[in-house]
């Protein structure tokens, strides 16, 4: 199994999961246009790694550390779309493709770089699908340009235990550690008590990309799934699978 290949059906089933359901090996099987007998040992391989629950009769789930995987070379495909249509202006019909051969070559210092090149866009220019967020300790995109322009060395550092809220499941809570994303933003999620340090759980996530459901102190929040992504939290524990 190498690294290739397991980035490769860990993203698949990223993708084929954001309606929140289990997908079934011949979603991945027709997805990645792999044999359903080789999809099934690689499925077992991920899963003894401890990056999926598989179960040949209810489907397959990412694991926390699966979907932390997953996310992060999504990102990494997604930016990679943006500069070779922005910049290199490459069609949108080749960008994909060539995104695909990119992305696992692609360091996560080069990726932060990249980011803050292309200015933190939000979406790949093929579908309009959303960038997944970085998981970098500064308070705002527009303070990690700032600390980069001044040529500081310690821009923030990688917590994996920091979550996005969209990444947890029903019954986890945590602190709120930053907020990603633009001033306006921002402003509105602390306007709604959404501050760091700030202890939430979810109560409940809707089906089919719907709103999730914070407890806040002594009220409930219902949030916008695309909102939660860019709120992290700090897990009170490992997130359970």
């Known amino acids: 199994m190498t690294q290739k290949s397991s980035e490769d ?3 698949t089933i990223y993708e084929l999961s954001q ?3 289990a997908v079934g090996t011949t979603e991945i099987s027709q997805t990645l246009k792999i044999a359903p007998a080789s999809v099934t040992e690689m499925l077992k391989k991920l899963a003894n790694k401890g990056y999926i629950t598989y179960s040949p009769y209810h489907g397959t789930t990412l694991t926390s550390e699966g979907r932390r995987i997953a996310e992060k070379i999504v990102r990494k495909h997604r930016l990679l779309e943006r500069f070779l249509h922005d910049v290199l202006k490459i ?8 995104a695909c051969e990119m992305e696992h070559s692609l360091s ?3 990726e932060e770089s990249l980011c803050r090149f292309l200015r933190h866009p939000d979406s790949c220019p093929d579908d309009g699908k959303m960038i997944p967020p970085c998981n970098l300790q500064i308070e705002s995109c527009a303070k990690c340009i700032q600390l980069h322009e001044k040529g500081l060395e310690e821009e923030g550092k990688h917590n ?3 979550i996005a809220i969209s990444s947890l499941k029903e019954g986890q809570c945590g602190k709120i550690a930053f907020i990603r994303g633009g001033r306006n933003m921002v402003q509105r999620l602390l306007d709604m008590g959404l501050t760091p340090g700030t202890r939430i759980c ?3 996530i809707a089906p089919l990309g719907g709103p999730v459901e914070l407890a806040v102190r002594d009220s409930k929040l219902a949030i916008g799934k695309g909102v939660a992504s860019k ?4 897990v ?3 997130v359970a699978d």
């Open 9 to 11: 059906y860990l993203k």
């Open 19 to 21: 309606n929140g359901k």
């Open 91 to 98: 069609d949108k019909e080749k960008v994909h493709s060539q």
């Open 108 to 110: 996560d210092e080069a």
């Open 160 to 162: 994996q235990r920091l």
């Open 202 to 204: 979810i109560v409940r």
């Open 231 to 234: 709120i992290f939290v700090e």
């Open 236 to 238: 009170e524990s490992p």
